[in-house]
């Protein structure tokens, strides 16, 4: 970045951007799913809204992108008979994708324990 662009009084606010949040990830969930839906060959499970509401919580430090490849990798698992089998098909699939997540463990742990920090803004006026 430019040297000039990055002096006092050019960027105020600085703003932590981390993964999606719950809400957020329920929202991307919603979408893949409708993505998945215009195939002719879809067919939706019995306990679709059980499994990836599962998902959506087991996706925390995910991307976009990793949770839409979660979401298509639970649809390849589906039919389920029981509550429990989807839940337990949805944390499976997040288990398997964890290791390769674009933010890591570490990284995110650092995120969290400072965005607050990243996302104050300058409350003070600057002098010129």
Same mark, same amino acid.
């Given at each position: 970045m430019d040297p000039a662009v990055k002096r006092g009084g050019r960027i105020d606010h600085v703003i932590g951007v981390g993964p999606p949040d719950l809400e957020c990830r329920r929202t991307i969930i919603a979408q893949a799913v409708k993505e998945l839906a215009k195939a002719p060959s879809w067919r939706e499970p019995a306990?679709?809204? #059980?499994?990836? %509401? %599962?998902?959506?919580? #087991?996706?925390e430090r995910f991307t976009r992108s990793e949770i839409q490849r979660a979401v298509r990798n639970l649809a390849r698992r589906a039919p389920w008979g029981?509550?429990? !089998?989807a839940k337990a098909a949805a944390a499976d699939v997040a288990e398997r994708l964890r290791d390769g997540l674009t933010i890591g463990t570490k990284d995110y742990d650092e995120f969290v324990e400072t965005n607050n920090t990243f996302? !104050?803004?300058?409350? #003070?006026?600057i002098q010129i």
């Amino acid at each position: 970045m430019d040297p000039a662009v990055k002096r006092g009084g050019r960027i105020d606010h600085v703003i932590g951007v981390g993964p999606p949040d719950l809400e957020c990830r329920r929202t991307i969930i919603a979408q893949a799913v409708k993505e998945l839906a215009k195939a002719p060959s879809w067919r939706e499970p019995a306990l679709l809204k #059980e499994g990836l %509401e %599962e998902l959506a919580n #087991e996706t925390e430090r995910f991307t976009r992108s990793e949770i839409q490849r979660a979401v298509r990798n639970l649809a390849r698992r589906a039919p389920w008979g029981k509550i429990d !089998q989807a839940k337990a098909a949805a944390a499976d699939v997040a288990e398997r994708l964890r290791d390769g997540l674009t933010i890591g463990t570490k990284d995110y742990d650092e995120f969290v324990e400072t965005n607050n920090t990243f996302s !104050q803004a300058v409350l #003070e006026p600057i002098q010129i």
